[in-house]
Every structure is written in C-alpha cells, then in structure tokens.
C-alpha cells in the first residue's frame, strides 16, 4: 500500500477548497491533505481551519508567498509523513477517484518519469495544458503578439498509446513521485505565480526523469478570469522568464537586451490596445 498525500494552496479561495477537500477525503485514499494558506482573510481562514483533522492539516503562511512558496510550505512538512506519490491540485479543480488511482498506477510502472497529469477540461472544453521549454525567439514573438504567425504550437516529444511525453506541464493537476521531487527541491520558489511549473520541468529534465500526460483521463479545471489578469500576468511572466532565462540557460547580455526591448513594446501595444 502507498501513501498518497494532496497539497492545496488556498488565497481567499476557502469555500472551494471546503467542496475540494470533501470530495477527496471521500475517495479515501490520502494519508495527508495539506492546505498551504498564503495569509488569506480572517473569513476564509476560518472556513479552513474547521475542515481540519487526522487527515486535513492546515499551514497558515504569515504573508503571501506565491504558488511557489506555498506548495513547498506544505511539502517540507510532507518530508516527515513518508509519503510516496504527492498531489498538487488547484482550488479550482476537480478530478476523480479513477484518475488520481490511475496516475499513482502509471508512475509505478514508468520509472524513468517522476510527474503525471491528465487532459484538462475547462467549463466542458479541451484546454492546452501541456507546453515546451521556452525560447528567447518564442518569448519574443509572444510579448510583440505575433507568436501565431510563426505557427509555433506545443510539441509532443513523445507519444504513445494512452500518454504522452512533453517538457512541462500546467500546474493545476499533477502527481508526482516524491523523492524524485525532493530530490529536485520541489518548486523554485523564485518564481512567485507564472511559470513554476516551467522551473519543475526543467530540473526534472536535468534529473533525466520525465513529464507524461494521460491521454485517456481528464480532470476540471473551472478558472475564474478576474480583471487585470492579462497586464499584471504579463509583467510577472516577463519577471520569470528573465530569472529562468538567467538562471537556468545562462543568456547573454544579447539575447535578454532583445527580451526587454520587445517586452517594454509589448507593454506599449497592450496601452494602446487597452488590454486590461
């Protein structure tokens, strides 16, 4: 038998993560549910604080430390539980028994991949959920809005019968062998909200263990869209990409020269189109 642990980070989403946790704690099947709160109201830490128990266990962050920060609050404290396979489910998702069970059965069959996830459905349609490492060129074309002229969609490195294999994966669902993620020093928590699943991937790669997506499972994953997201998502996906950029390739002065200047013109075609 092997323990199943679940990390949640929750800011002012209690309610949500109230039904979230029901659910799961129904399947029966996890040691740990862990809810990272990153400094939520005194409403929402209330509402959180009473779903816990023998299994709930709530970790209340003194300030907001991002989706980064907040996961690895709760998967420090998971280190201690002897946990095999661990969880990391948004507030905004829901997934079944069967895809949980089936992601744990396909890691134990596949050791040379470390993280697993499944098709993701957003309000009943098919959503991107898998993407490749990124590029200075890509990043470019994305911030002067002209990436669809060059045709660059994701690519699948590897595809098989009911998976395939891919460079990183959207956070909102995954199941990931813990040592393999311990070994990897879970998230980087340089990157506050966008792009740490890029930063997970990327190590993992460097580990030489691999990222797959059950092509025959799905979970929901329900999003709520709130103004500002766009500019305020693009200015703190610019922030990451330089740190990954800096950090993870080593880019020359050049190339990070040419991702600031089609950033601050990406910054102005977003003013003058008055994407909010």
């Known amino acids: 038998m092997y ?30 549910i862990i809810i990272s709160d990153n400094n939520s109201s005194d409403d929402n830490k209330k509402i959180i604080h009473n779903l816990q128990d023998s299994v709930v266990k709530v970790i209340f962050n ?46 134990i069959k ?22 490749n490492f990124p590029t200075v060129t890509h990043s470019v074309a994305e911030n002067l809005g002209i990436i669809k002229l060059f045709h660059l969609k994701p ?54 263990k691999k990222c797959a997506i ?4 799905t979970y929901e994953h329900n999003h709520i869209y709130k103004k500002g997201y766009k500019i305020k998502g693009y200015k703190e996906t610019y922030k990451s990409l330089v740190y990954i950029f800096k950090n993870y390739y080593n880019k020359n002065c050049f190339e990070l020269l040419c991702l600031k200047i089609s950033y601050e013109l990406g910054l102005f075609i977003r003013f003058i189109f008055r994407v909010k």
């Open 3 to 32: 323990n199943l642990a679940v990390v949640i980070v929750n800011y002012n989403d209690s309610k949500r993560i109230r039904d979230l946790v029901k659910t799961l704690k129904k399947y029966n099947i996890f040691k740990k």
């Open 62 to 107: 003194n300030e907001n430390l991002g989706f980064s920060g907040a996961n690895n609050t709760g998967l420090e404290y998971l280190k201690k539980c002897n946990i095999d396979y661990v969880f990391t489910i948004n507030s905004d998702v829901m997934v079944s028994k069967k895809t949980i069970i089936n992601s744990v059965k396909f890691l």
């Open 110 to 131: 596949h050791e040379d991949i470390s993280l697993v996830s499944a098709i993701m459905n957003e309000y009943g349609e098919q959503k991107q959920c898998y993407y």
């Open 155 to 208: 690519k699948v490195i590897e595809k098989h019968e009911d998976y395939i294999i891919c460079d990183y994966i959207r956070s909102s669902y995954w199941c990931v062998r813990f040592k393999d993620f311990e070994r990897i020093g879970f998230f980087d928590k340089n990157t506050f909200l966008y792009h740490v699943e890029t930063c997970v991937g990327i190590k993992l790669s460097k580990a030489r």
């Open 214 to 217: 059950l092509t025959n499972e």
